[in-house]
């Protein structure tokens, strides 16, 4: 089983910056795609960024610029550096991945989701 754990979220003033981490326990032999969604209250769950095994990233406009993904393959750690936050940032940020067992079945995973909040 495996199970994604999320870490880095907070409260930051507009203008700051916080760092998200997203890595599987468990039994994950490869892990693939990546990716950040995020879930204000009353709107759709939206897809951030999300970043290939090989190192290819994709935004939403709304983040170009200031968000930047990345992974380490021998950790198996999704990063989101975000940068220059706005109070319409503030949102539950999900992690999800797909990851390979040793048998070479795929399964989706998300993360129970780390709460970002940008006030002053």
């Known amino acids: 089983q495996v199970q994604l754990v999320e870490s880095g979220g907070g409260l930051v003033q507009p203008g700051g910056s916080l760092r998200l981490s997203c890595s599987p326990s468990?039994?994950?032999?490869?892990?693939?795609?990546m990716r950040w969604y995020r879930q204000a209250p009353g709107k759709p769950r939206d897809l951030v960024s999300d970043?290939?095994?090989?190192?290819?990233?994709a935004y939403a406009d709304f983040v170009k610029g200031r968000f930047t993904i990345s992974r380490d393959n021998t950790k198996n750690t999704v990063f989101l550096q975000m940068n220059s936050l706005e109070p319409e940032d503030t949102a539950v940020y999900y992690c999800y991945t797909d990851v390979g067992d040793s048998f070479g079945r795929i399964s989706g995973y998300w993360g129970q989701g780390t709460q970002v909040t940008v006030s002053s």
């Open positions: 468990g039994n994950a032999f490869i892990v693939y795609i």
């Open positions: 970043i290939s095994r090989d190192g290819r990233a």
